[in-house]
């Protein structure tokens, strides 16, 4: 199984992203995708992720401003990343849990500048 992440960049505070991560590999649907990120001497945290069980989950930080997606045929998820600040600034990598493993992309950079 392998992970693509794609769609970071450099964004102006207020500004808008969109990320994607294309998984490959496997016939199965993923029983969790999500989005973490790192920042600079901080440790990976869970910004959001989405099961077929439990629908959309987000970190405080993040809710009301990220939008998580996922399509099931192609395997893919998005991330929306709206209204974003300086401290939105990290490494993102998208991952996916599939019969109790977890895979990992492996990272698209976001650069918020105030």
């Known amino acids: 199984v392998q992970l693509q992440a794609s769609g970071g960049g450099l964004v102006q505070f207020g500004g808008s992203l969109r990320l994607s991560c294309a998984a490959s590999g496997t016939f199965f649907s993923f029983n969790k995708m999500g989005w973490h990120r790192q920042a600079p001497g901080k440790q990976r945290e869970l910004v959001a992720s989405?099961?077929?069980?439990?629908?959309?989950n987000y970190a405080d930080s993040v809710k009301g401003r990220f939008t998580i997606s996922r399509d099931n045929v192609k395997n893919m998820v998005y991330l929306q990343m709206n209204s974003l600040k300086p401290e939105d600034t990290a490494v993102y990598y998208c991952?996916?849990?599939?019969?109790?493993?977890?895979?990992w992309g492996q990272g698209t950079l976001v650069t918020v500048s105030s």
């Open positions: 989405i099961s077929s069980a439990n629908g959309p």
């Open positions: 991952n996916a849990k599939l019969f109790g493993t977890d895979y």
